[in-house]
């Protein structure tokens, strides 16, 4: 007598999806920092989680499901390394920069491999949270348009508000800086009308990149 045995039924790329992103959006809903959009009060990176995952959608619809994951776990957990944990000058920035990168990626790879990812998502993941080549690494660059593009659409305005002691030189720098770190697409797409540029920055924008 034969015995058949019936195959577990694995979990759809789908559900899987839904799941890590559910547990991506639980870690940063206990973010203490609060901001307000459009009427709705939201933790500070779950907000921004989501204005991640919605201009990954308008930029680029195409992105596969680790991008995706990429994008909305891009700031997980931030809170938890203030800035002003390092020491305020620019060596201090600097080691602050790069102990994020390394907190996000192996934050967002634990709570991947608890949904049931497989390594090389895992690692695609991992790489471009971690901002591992840049420039060289598709995945890299386009998680670094997407930031920027949230950055100017969302961040940029606000972030000028809060150092009125930048002169137009010097913001004349820091969009070019942005704009360096961008790909000829990402640029092309932020030029066409298809993001809101913050009104009041639109002519130091236009003259840093000129």
């Not at 839904?18 to 959009?37: G, H, K, Q, S």
């Not at 150092?163 to 790909?183: A, L, N, Q």
Request: glycine share 4%.
């Amino acid at each position: 007598m034969t015995h058949t045995t019936t195959p577990v039924t694995s979990m759809s790329p789908q559900t899987m999806l839904e799941n890590a992103l559910a547990l991506i959006d639980a870690a940063n809903a206990e973010d203490p920092n609060r901001e307000t959009a459009e009427g709705s009060d939201w933790p500070k990176e779950l907000l921004y989680s989501h204005r991640m995952s919605d201009m990954l959608q308008r930029f680029a619809p195409e992105a596969d499901d680790a991008m995706k994951l990429a994008a909305r776990a891009q700031h997980i957990r931030r809170w938890t390394s203030p800035r002003d944990a390092y020491p305020m000058d620019r060596e201090g920035y600097l080691q602050w920069r790069k102990d994020l990168y390394h907190f996000h990626a192996d934050t967002a790879a634990g709570l991947l491999a608890q949904a049931g990812y497989e390594a090389d998502i895992i690692e695609r993941v991992r790489k471009s949270v971690g901002k591992r080549a840049l420039k060289k690494n598709p995945d890299t660059q386009l998680l670094e348009d997407v930031i920027a593009l949230v950055f100017i659409e969302h961040y940029m305005l606000d972030f000028a508000a809060k150092h009125p002691e930048y002169d137009e030189e010097k913001w004349r720098g820091i969009i070019r800086k942005t704009w360096e770190k961008m790909s000829g697409q990402a640029r092309d797409f932020a030029l066409s009308g298809a993001i809101r540029l913050p009104a009041p920055l639109v002519p130091l924008i236009q003259s840093a990149i000129a």
